[in-house]
């Protein structure tokens, strides 16, 4: 945007500059000219006068010697030629030759009118100037005097004009880039740290800080407003999410105090139930209770990854321990339900994620894969590296049997508490893979699903190769 | 015994105390932490809760450090990894997330008197043994059902060592979880079941551990 608010001013001072400098140049030109052309038009007609005698009498004495002296002088060579074009009388012994529009000039003259202004001489025309003019007897054309002007001078002090103007031009380009680069600077300048101030003000956001604002009352007034009024937005953006998160966090703690007595409660009463059916009413509600607690602290863990946003605790970690350590852990688990679970791709890769954060994500995806993949199938976590990928990117993804989803669900499958429709009585907060997605993310990759040509369902958490 | 009781929540302690008193403990119940100090003459154990209101909870468990060498059990809302880190920093003996149940605290109770306590019990060497011919040899490692040597896994030795110390009374599964896997994941309990589940084919004794619904599980020695 700088370089086109310049340019539209270099355009705009270039235009007035030309606008105002060409005339001006064009003006101070014709006035040379008509002032050289008024000059010779005087003496010539002077010797047009002078050579009257001597045209009419045949003899020329004196003249010759007076056009010769102006010759000297002035360097105007003047000829007088009688109506047959004959020279009477000539300022030099040889006589510059005459091109046609001259000849035509002598030819005006000898037809008894007078000399017209001639055109414009442009510095790059050498033609001298010739002026002709009848001699004029009794009102009779008896010849003619004609003169020839180098133009020479006229021509470098035309030179010298224009190369002022172009100068002074230039000059005001100059003068109007170093205005107007303050000039846009200081337009610009809202514009600018509005710019950099996005990019901090997601940071923020995301990191639940308060986001810093852009505003320094600098500026044009509209973009002043502008800048304002981002600030208003980002600090009520920044405000909800916070809210948002705070509330999660809060929620999930303030519930325990509850939670705490009624299990005490319960557990009180264990030895004071009688009969069989209310001993079975007080389990189950143990284990509503159980339950209860299983997604405080699902909504704890996923408050706790946003509220660690921003606080940018990647290190580089070593895939293989942490794969291995929740592979070992799923392995009972998964063979006692009938399900193999299998490791592939390459060992050795290291990633960029926080501490906890693979074995977080790997827990939610297993945890769903083993839930819902029938008895025979398999279970393949697969690490690989990401070829041309920009930045170097590492897929660890898990591949089951299973009966995949609706391809319409894939994209909300990572909501909060989002659960298939067919599959709602099934254990489970409902929060792990939100949790799965926002570590990854939070450490600068995507997690992904889709179903892949072969059945089943695959995740695959995009993560940053360290 | 006697449990000073440092919690805010009227009603958490309304519901535990009746619970602390079926044990056989009798309890003195703060609702501010500062109180804490002037309170542990013939204290036995504090159960110190960290959210109160008027002081931080860390702070009050220094100051009872200071004052006195008395067991103190820290009681948290969060179970956060760094919470629990600062919590036994700052001298706590031991600590418990709420919810909790009332069987893992009185655990850990005794557990923590135990090990203040002159007579400090020895694992090695213990042998414990039910009615019905299992024999557990904590020390060894090694377990016998009728004289004959049973194979167990690491783990399921682990589960089965921790119920047989706890002797008959119920240990929760996060207990069971914390103590044998050291960490919490989302298909920790289930696992814990399916541990459960070999240990009673293995052991040929379906009726050895016994589920308490909603809780855990526990021995049945007798």
Redesign the interface.
């Known amino acids: 945007m700088r370089s086109r608010l310049l340019v539209i001013v270099c355009v705009l001072v270039g235009l007035l500059a030309i606008g105002l400098g060409v005339p001006l140049a064009l003006s101070n030109s014709r006035g040379a000219q008509q002032e050289l052309f008024i000059d010779r038009l005087t003496d010539t007609i002077y010797f047009a006068s002078r050579a009257q005698r001597p045209i009419t009498e045949d003899t020329a004495p004196g003249l010759a010697d007076e056009l010769a002296r102006y010759d000297d002088v002035y360097g105007v060579a003047v000829t007088v030629v009688d109506r047959s074009g004959k020279v009477v009388a000539a300022s030099r012994p040889e006589p510059p030759s005459l091109d046609a529009d001259g000849l035509e000039r002598v030819q005006v003259a000898l037809a008894g009118r007078r000399s017209a202004a001639p055109p414009l001489i442009w510095p790059w025309d050498t033609r001298p100037l010739v002026l002709a003019e009848p001699v004029l007897v009794d009102g009779e054309v008896r010849g003619a005097a004609v003169s020839v002007s180098p133009t020479g001078a006229l021509r470098a002090a035309e030179v010298q004009v224009w190369s002022l103007v172009a100068a002074l031009v230039l000059l005001a380009l100059v003068l109007g880039v170093l205005v107007a680069l303050p000039v846009t600077r200081w337009i610009l300048r809202p514009v600018q740290r509005l710019d950099e101030g996005t990019g901090r003000v997601t940071r923020a956001v995301l990191a639940g800080r308060p986001a810093e604002p852009v505003s320094d009352g600098s500026g044009p007034p509209e973009l002043r407003r502008l800048t304002v009024s981002f600030d208003r937005m980002a600090e009520s953006v920044t405000q909800a999410l916070s809210t948002q998160r705070a509330f999660v966090a809060d929620a999930s703690?303030q519930l325990?105090?509850?939670?705490?007595?009624?299990?005490?409660?319960?557990?009180?009463l264990e030895g004071h139930v009688d009969g069989d059916d209310a001993a079975e009413q007080?389990?189950?509600?143990?284990?509503?209770?159980?339950r209860l607690?299983g997604v405080l602290?699902g909504l704890?863990a996923l408050a706790?990854a946003e509220r660690d946003a921003g606080v940018n605790r990647e290190a580089d970690t070593a895939v293989d321990p942490a794969v291995d350590d929740?592979l070992d852990?799923?392995r009972?688990?998964a063979e006692?339900t009938g399900l193999r679970l299998l490791r592939g791709g390459v060992r050795g890769l290291h990633v960029k994620i926080a501490p906890g954060g693979i074995?977080t994500v790997l827990?939610?995806v297993?945890?769903n894969a083993?839930k819902f993949t029938p008895a025979g199938g398999s279970i393949t976590v697969t690490v690989r590296p990401v070829r041309d990928a920009e930045p170097p990117a590492v897929d660890l993804s898990v591949l089951d049997t299973g009966p995949g989803m609706a391809p319409e669900e894939l994209e909300r499958a990572t909501d909060r508490f989002w659960r298939a429709p067919d599959q709602s009585n099934v254990d489970?907060s409902g929060l792990?893979l939100a949790i799965a997605a926002r570590t990854v993310e939070l450490a600068g990759g995507t997690l992904a699903l889709d179903l892949p040509p072969g059945g089943g369902l695959k995740v695959t958490a995009h993560l940053v190769r360290a | 015994m006697h449990i000073l009781l440092v919690e805010d929540?009227d009603?958490?302690a309304?519901?535990?105390r009746?619970?602390l008193h079926?044990h056989g403990m009798t309890t003195t119940r703060l609702d501010r932490g500062r109180e804490a100090v002037e309170h542990l003459a013939g204290v036995d154990v504090v159960l110190l809760d960290l959210?109160l209101p008027d002081a931080d909870g860390v702070d009050v468990c220094r100051a009872i450090r200071e004052a006195s060498d008395v067991p103190v059990i820290v009681v948290t809302?969060?179970?956060?990894v760094e919470d629990r880190i600062v919590g036994l920093h700052s001298g706590a003996d031991d600590y418990v997330v709420?919810?909790?149940?009332?069987?893992e605290l009185v655990a850990r109770i005794h557990a923590v008197q135990r090990r203040r306590g002159p007579e400090v019990s020895e694992q090695v060497g213990r042998v414990v043994t039910t009615p019905d011919g299992v024999a557990i040899d904590l020390g060894r490692h090694t377990v016998t059902v009728d004289g004959a040597e049973v194979t167990l896994t690491r783990?399921e030795f682990q589960v089965l060592a921790l119920l047989a110390s706890a002797g008959g009374t119920v240990c929760t599964?996060t207990r069971i979880v914390a103590e044998v896997?050291g960490r919490?994941?989302?298909?920790a309990n289930?696992?814990l079941d399916?541990?459960v589940?070999t240990l009673r084919t293995k052991l040929g004794r379906p009726e050895l551990v016994q589920t308490v619904?909603?809780?855990g599980y526990r021995l049945g020695t007798t």
């Open positions: 703690h325990r105090n509850p939670l705490t007595a009624l299990r005490l409660r319960l557990s009180n007080h389990g189950a509600a143990m284990e509503e209770a159980e607690s602290d704890l706790r929740r852990a799923w009972p688990l006692h074995e827990d939610a297993l945890d083993i489970g792990g | 929540d009603r958490v309304a519901a535990l009746p619970a079926r959210g809302a969060r179970g956060d709420k919810p909790y149940d009332v069987g783990k599964r896997w919490s994941w989302p298909g289930r696992t399916v541990h589940a619904r909603g809780v």
